[in-house]
């Protein structure tokens, strides 16, 4: 190819621009024309949701105010429709609770209810724990009938020494009561007879100063 062929080449790419090139500044501006166009339609649409809602909110309001003036007492009918809530949400909760207690007796009776030989397993171990039960309930019983015994054998001893301790200071006592009498009645005894005794009589022939 001669020079001037490609010259000519380059002249007319130059004039044309080059299809692989990137305009930064026009691309920018498509982008911001872009995000200016879908702005605006995002708005325009959110202004149009909002009168639709606010529509829709005032026909609601009228059609509530229209209701609530046809109705001859709204208080009555209202409390009518809580009260018929409410038994419905009951009525709902013991289905609920039915339901509930249905199904665990049926898992209970499919998994945990035991067969005739585990119910006869337990039953033999039931009469062995109960009569072990038993001979140890006798074994202490019989223990503490014994120490019962030998607790009121202990007291009875006690009883019948504290018995005789008491009885020897009662005789003690009247020993020396006894005692006491004697020795006073000795003296009033000896008392008397000093004074109805008779004086002896003075000698004559003593001289007297």
């Known amino acids: 190819m001669s020079v001037v062929k490609k010259q000519h080449i380059a002249n007319n790419v130059l004039r044309r621009g080059n299809p692989y090139a990137v305009n930064l500044k026009a691309d920018h501006e498509r982008c ?15 202004k149009q949701e909002e009168k639709m809602r ?25 409390a009518a429709l809580e009260d018929e809530k409410r038994v419905r949400a009951w009525s709902g909760l013991l289905k609920v609770d ?14 945990y209810e035991p067969t005739l030989e585990e119910q ?4 033999v171990a039931y009469m062995q724990r109960k009569a072990f039960h038993g001979m140890e309930r006798d074994a202490r019983r019989s223990e503490l009938d014994a120490v019962d015994k030998a607790r009121s054998a202990l007291l009875l001893v006690a009883s019948e020494k504290k018995l005789q ?12 009561k006894a005692q006491s009498a004697v020795a006073l009645h000795g003296a ?17 022939n003593i001289p007297l100063y």
């Not at 009228?62 to 046809?70: F, K, N, P």
């Not at 199904?103 to 009776?109: I, T, V």
């Not at 301790?165 to 020396?176: D, F, G, I, T």
């Open 54 to 78: 606010e529509r829709i909110r005032r026909q609601i309001v009228q059609a509530a105010m229209e209701e609530s003036q046809e109705l001859p007492e709204p208080l009555e009918v209202v």
């Open 165 to 176: 301790e008491v009885e020897h200071r009662r005789s003690q006592v009247q020993l020396l």
């Open 32 to 46: 911001l024309e872009e995000a200016r166009v879908r702005q605006q339609m995002e708005e325009r649409q959110r």
């Open 98 to 111: 039915d339901r509930y207690h249905a199904a665990r007796s049926d898992l209970r009776r499919r998994f």
């Open 120 to 123: 006869d397993r337990r039953d």
């Open 188 to 204: 009033r005894v000896a008392s008397q007879v000093s004074v109805h005794a008779t004086p002896a009589p003075i000698p004559r």
